[in-house]
């Protein structure tokens, strides 16, 4: 038995030197000083401006686009799914949704800009219509042009990962409930929602994270503009800041900590909502 | 309580028609079983009495009132499914109560007659218990008593058996006749097993390709089936094709046998035999040649426990018999000893094959 | 709840507010793709034409299809007998590779390079050199859970121990297991695998940028900020290129899967 923990040593020495080790890093860098002793002066710092509104905002945009994303990714799942809905309805959602999640960053923030950016086709529609956002206080490189773009990734992650909850929704449950005199909403109430909750509730933090997580998108966007936890780090690394790179890696534990506290919300949502289903 | 009639119920799925027109009328506090293979229509005929489907014609009465067009939670029906219909996020007993809650009963009182119930199935110790921390057998007990909770007038149970263990299926059924009986509520109970069918209903209406082919007593089903069909599905049988000779006697594949049933009937008509293995005698073969019996060996001997089953071929084996004797009796015929099959005159039904072509059905040997 | 031959108004109006969210972008993008540079207008395939002809679009394509080749390869080499070995052998541990398959869900790109670039900070060479320097090798780790989860799945739905037992028997080594008995029957839980790792590293900026790689989507966004309406082009064609995976992988799907069919009882 012993022997056979060999076998996954080239995979644990990968992880460890391009997973573990750098996480480390970040998790210790973040407590040192430049002069090489250890200090809480780094993690203080993230109290003050301008990190502080880094994190508030950073929470924000994932806190607003995980229930929205969620609300309508559940809206958008649920009539996919449910009887009546033509079979190659899910199909093609699930399929688009795939493509969706995965056009997020660079390209994303661009279709965005030639949508609703000054330029844009739909700014200029509006125009035309008589009513310009834009004169109206509204851009799309703002906290909340960022929320709206986010929405594009988190809508169908939210999808796919929902999706095999409501198939877990046995019929025989809306069968059983209705024989026993239930209307549609009694049942939704007692029996549905319970049910779906704890899926619903990790897949909102599962876009949570994902939100916080995103860097490429609101670069693209905003170009840095607007003060997210991400962007943040990224001007360290390009070296826009003042030469401490332990402030860096402090932002870094400090996004580590906020994921870390995210994936403990997650697992124990995970297996209640897994019994359940079985 | 209630009675049900159904008239003349269709229901068609794009091409495929699952019921071709059934007429079925229900007493009060009878127990009828809907008996057949997959795909006969027997599940699709229970939800179109729940509601859980609409026919494409036909009516669906309870208690003189057409419910063809009422909802399913409008029908104060009682069903209990295959399997899996508890609702995991409740404990058993909050899932029996489930039903009075919707009809806004008082905490006290519905906590009071959820218990009375899982009592009566057997399961007051398990109330607090979520169904993943149950059985099988269990689930589908507090399934029954959640059924039973809302007093409803009309009992449906869609295979419920068919996912436990045989014992536990063997207990079951008796107790939910025992619980039938004691509550006196008309009960429509869907199987494809056919001693289940027999051993706890008041008549059993065996189905096939969407229509019923007979229905009956238990004791009627097995005794008197009215068409190869139910024949071959109740029970085992010897299925013997032969023609009529005269002098209430057929012949087998040129073996003269005395059949009583073919008294009176047309010489050469093509008939379809039917005697019961359990009717057959097998004895050894003492040298002389036996008149109106099979003379032949045994081809196969199979310990069923207190009986065995023997199958006797003759020397072509196109001629067969199946027997159901006592272990102690055939425990000396193995395979290879000479004998003599044989049955009373008046065992066998005649079904006629004049106008229908002779399915080749698998033989029932072993079922 | 009797069953709806119909679909229900409501979620007509869901299915139809998604769709146009998620469509008008691509079309606003498209539009923009065909306008022209200097009068603004449409219609003209003149930015296409300047992104095609444009060597760094070459470049860029091929050296992130490069390294997109470089770490399936490496992330299936070092996963499958991983996870193959654990199946078999460890399956104890199954819950520790599990677990590990969710921390690049927490130590995100952002983090990942930032300890990254201090750890390995002057060695090895290579790990900083141009072309892609180290790009792939990390590339391994972000495609880590996805290529796992979709492994994992696939040896699941295999008997490992008795397709193992009888090549064995029949005098099969462990690498011919492997490749000749094992490979075959987890393709299609690799190939996903590796559909996805394409999308990705095509796809991945923040490491890249950070690191100062010229990788296909540091070129987008260079375009994007540069020149408007050829960046209408190259995201119409990044968007293809996602698109292609995705239809590469729903095929290597669909041959795997029974047909589910709806029948009566």
Not at chain 2, 44 to 60: E, I
Not at chain 2, 115 to 123: I, K, M, N, S, Y
Not at chain 3, 62 to 87: D, G, K, N
Request: proline share 5%; hydrophobic share 50%.
């Amino acid at each position: 038995m012993s022997l056979a923990w060999l076998g996954v040593v080239p995979f644990l020495a990968y992880a460890t030197a391009f997973l573990l080790l750098p996480a480390a890093n970040v998790l210790v860098g973040a407590f040192r000083s430049n002069d090489g002793g250890y200090t809480l002066d780094n993690v203080r710092t993230l109290f003050e401006e301008p990190y502080r509104t880094a994190f508030k905002n950073s929470i924000e945009v994932s806190l607003v686009t995980a229930l929205i994303g969620g609300l309508f990714g559940l809206l958008m799942a649920y009539s996919a799914i449910r009887e009546g809905t033509p079979r190659w309805i899910r199909g093609a959602l699930t399929t688009f949704s795939g493509v969706a999640a995965n056009f997020a960053g660079i390209p994303l923030a661009f279709a965005f800009i030639a949508t609703f950016g000054i330029l844009g086709v739909g700014t200029q529609a509006m125009t035309a219509l008589g009513f310009n956002p834009y004169d109206h206080g509204f851009s799309l490189f703002t906290k909340t042009g960022i929320e709206i773009v986010y929405l594009y990734f988190q809508i169908p992650l939210m999808i796919l990962v929902i999706a095999p909850a409501i198939d877990g929704l046995r019929r025989e449950w809306r069968e059983a409930a209705s024989s026993l005199g239930a209307s549609s909403w009694q049942f939704w109430r007692y029996v549905g929602v319970p049910i779906l909750l704890p899926s619903l509730l990790s897949a909102m933090v599962l876009l949570f994270g994902n939100a916080f997580a995103a860097y490429a998108t609101a670069y693209g966007l905003t170009s840095g503009g607007v003060g997210l936890v991400p962007i943040t780090i990224g001007f360290f690394l390009s070296g826009d800041v003042l030469d401490n790179p332990h402030l860096g890696q402090a932002l870094a534990f400090g996004m580590f900590v906020v994921l870390g506290l995210m994936m403990l919300a997650y697992i124990p949502l995970q297996r209640v909502s897994s019994r359940w289903m079985k | 309580m209630a009675d049900v009639e159904l008239k003349q119920l269709h229901r068609r799925f794009g091409e495929v028609i699952a019921l071709a027109g059934i007429d079925l009328d229900i007493a009060t506090g009878e127990f009828v079983s809907l008996l057949g293979p997959s795909g006969c229509g027997k599940t699709t005929a229970l939800r179109l009495v729940a509601g859980f489907d609409r026919p494409t014609s036909g009516r669906v009465v309870i208690d003189g009132k057409d419910v063809t067009d009422v909802p399913p939670n409008s029908r104060d029906i009682g069903m209990v499914f295959q399997a899996y219909s508890l609702f995991p996020n409740m404990t058993a007993v909050r899932n029996v109560e489930f039903g009075l809650r919707v009809r806004k009963q008082h905490r006290a009182d519905r906590n009071r007659r959820a218990l009375e119930l899982l009592d009566l199935v057997g399961l007051a110790q398990a109330a607090d218990r979520y169904p993943h921390q149950l059985s099988g057998g269990m689930q589908q007990r507090v399934a029954l008593a959640r059924a039973l909770a809302i007093e409803p007038r009309l009992l449906l149970l869609d295979e419920p058996l068919s996912a436990l263990d045989a014992k536990v299926r063997v207990q079951l059924r008796e107790e939910i006749r025992r619980i039938q009986l004691e509550l006196g509520i008309t009960t429509i109970y869907v199987t494809h097993d056919q001693e289940e069918a027999l051993s706890i209903s008041d008549r059993v209406a065996v189905m096939s390709g969407g229509r019923i082919e007979q229905i009956g007593p238990p004791a009627e089903m097995y005794g008197s089936p009215a068409t190869p069909f139910v024949a071959e599905f109740i029970g085992t049988m010897n299925r013997l094709t032969a023609t009529v000779a005269d002098d209430g006697s057929i012949d087998y594949g040129g073996l003269r046998l005395r059949v009583e049933a073919a008294r009176g009937l047309p010489r050469g008509e093509r008939v379809l035999c039917l005697v019961r293995p359990e009717t057959v005698e097998v004895v050894r073969a003492n040298g002389t040649p036996a008149d109106g019996a099979l003379t032949g060996e045994v081809v196969s001997n199979t310990f069923l426990g207190s009986t065995s089953r023997l199958r006797v071929a003759d020397e072509s084996g196109a001629r067969t018999l199946t027997a159901d004797i006592s272990t102690a009796q055939g425990i000396d015929l193995v395979v290879g000893t000479k004998v003599v099959a044989s049955f009373p005159a008046d065992s066998p039904r005649l079904l006629s094959l004049a106008d229908q072509p002779v399915s080749p059905v698998p033989d029932p040997d072993g079922r | 709840m009797t069953p709806r031959r119909r679909i229900a108004p409501s979620a007509v109006v869901w299915l139809f507010l998604g769709a146009a969210y998620f469509l008008i972008p691509l079309a606003a993008t498209l539009l923009f793709s065909l306008r022209d540079d200097q009068t603004a207008k449409c219609c003209t395939y003149a930015n296409y034409s300047y992104i095609l002809h444009d060597p760094d679009f070459w470049s860029t394509i091929r050296l992130s299809f490069v390294v997109a080749l470089e770490t399936i390869a490496i992330t299936v080499v070092l996963l499958v007998p991983t996870v193959y070995w654990v199946h078999l052998k460890v399956p104890r541990l199954r819950p520790l590779i599990g677990f590990l398959a969710l921390v690049p869900f927490v130590v995100a790109p952002i983090i990942l390079v930032v300890g990254l670039l201090d750890v390995y900070r002057g060695t090895p060479e290579w790990f900083y050199a141009q072309p892609y320097g180290f790009l792939a090798v990390v590339y391994v780790v972000l495609a880590f859970p996805f290529m796992y989860f979709s492994l994992d799945t696939g040896f699941r739905s295999i008997d490992v121990h008795t397709l193992t037992e009888a090549s064995q028997s029949l005098g099969a080594g462990w690498p011919t297991t492997l490749w000749r008995v094992i490979l075959p029957n987890i393709k299609a839980a690799a190939l996903a695998g590796s559909f996805l790792t394409l999308a990705i590293v095509m796809g991945e900026f923040t490491i890249a940028s950070l690191s100062q790689f010229n990788t296909f989507s540091v070129y987008v966004q260079y375009i994007n900020q540069n020149k408007t309406y050829p960046a209408g082009a190259i995201t119409m064609l990044a968007f293809g290129i996602t698109w292609a995976a995705m239809l590469a992988l729903l095929a290597v799907g669909r041959g795997q899967q029974a047909p589910i069919t709806e029948g009566e009882k």
